[in-house]
């Protein structure tokens, strides 16, 4: 993504800070109902104090932004993690505008915030709204202006701050007419491994599959068979697609020890338009195992020493967790999506 000064009134060029250098936000929740969600991903050597940041929410084309709309955040991201932060909707009486967030996606929570919209806006998104990730200390009064905040800095932005696209962005130039699909809207976007960076500087248009690879917000529950699981009045039954929650592939410049051998290992093409890919540098590979999005074993083969491979991982959409098994017993993780 880029660092650089956002001026609101100007459309500034693209800009992009030292690759790994800072926290981004790696994958953008946006599920049906209250299921909202943001994983952060630290592609730097040292662990991240999140108190010395806050999200804030660009309400439908707001050019501007409120500390009302803003959280500051809490924890710790450790070097090469990730943090999931999500709506604050635990209560399994709630309904309506206060519904809970799906069990699926409240197991994947790092922590959750903003649970009374008149304190706190900012995890309220509906496909239409821009997402800023920024450091610094929130003011005190719910009216102040976010760029007040104290050591305030642009860290990343999703979406385009101050156009409202009506529904959500879609997949068709210019993006903001409603042509082709929402995909800012009941869905999951997955940073791409190649972004290495945040987005600091506003954009002229904003694509969200340049950066991002898009999946649906649910998925079918099978069962240990890879069957669909039906209800009792014989419909397919729902399941949050939030598995690819809890880690991020970057091909950061600072890699850990663990992800430059990971790097060496390239499976593609992703995302796989029908469900077949290739594994490159797995001649120490011994096993391949393949996950679905609920972490079921749905495909299993053995390696002798061949430097490529080939594997279908399934026809189902959706993300899929490729786990490579080297000779030592060394497991690599790749994350593959599915369309």
């Known amino acids: 993504m880029k660092k650089a000064l956002l001026f609101f009134g100007l459309l500034a060029s693209t800009a992009y800070a030292q690759d790994c250098s800072k926290i981004f936000i790696s994958e953008y929740v946006e599920g049906w109902s209250n299921n909202k969600a943001l994983e952060i991903y630290n592609p730097t050597n040292q662990a991240i104090n999140l108190s010395e940041y806050f999200v804030a929410r660009y309400s ?4 501007s932004a409120t500390v009302d709309r803003a959280v500051q ?5 450790q070097p090469y993690d990730v943090y999931v932060a999500v709506i604050d909707k635990q209560d399994p009486a709630g309904s309506g505008q206060e519904a809970p967030v799906w069990d699926s996606l409240q197991v994947r929570a790092d922590g959750f915030y903003s ?10 998104w509906n496909g239409n709204d821009a997402i800023m990730l920024a450091k610094g200390t929130l003011p005190g009064t719910a009216s102040a202006n976010i760029t007040t905040s104290a ?25 903001n007419t409603g042509q082709g699909v929402g995909v800012t809207i009941d869905h999951s976007l997955i940073r791409k491994s190649t972004v290495l ?44 697609n939030w598995f690819s929650l809890g880690s991020h592939d970057c091909d950061c410049n600072s890699l850990s020890t663990d992800a430059k051998t990971q790097a060496e290992i390239v499976v593609y093409p992703n995302p796989s338009l029908d469900g077949m890919v290739y594994i490159k540098g797995a001649v120490d590979v011994r096993e391949v195992q393949v996950l679905n999005a609920l972490g079921q074993l749905v495909g299993r083969t053995t390696n002798a020493a061949n430097p490529q491979m080939a594997i279908k991982l399934g026809a189902d959409r959706g993300v899929y967790i490729v786990r490579l098994i080297d000779q030592n017993g060394t497991v690599t993780t790749k994350r593959v999506v599915v369309k």
């Open 73 to 77: 955040l809490s924890g710790t991201i």
């Open 115 to 124: 649970p009374d919209y008149n304190v706190s806006q900012a995890f309220y």
């Open 197 to 240: 960076t945040g987005v600091t500087a506003q954009v002229t248009v904003f694509n969200a599959l340049a950066e991002y690879d898009s999946i649906p917000a649910v998925t079918y529950l099978f069962d240990g068979n890879g069957d669909t699981i039906v209800s009792g009045n014989g419909n397919p039954i729902l399941f949050g």
């Open 151 to 175: 050591n305030f800095q642009i860290i990343d932005i999703f979406g385009k701050i101050g156009e409202d696209p009506g529904t959500a962005w879609t997949t068709t130039a210019p993006y």
């Open 60 to 63: 439908n084309g707001a050019a």
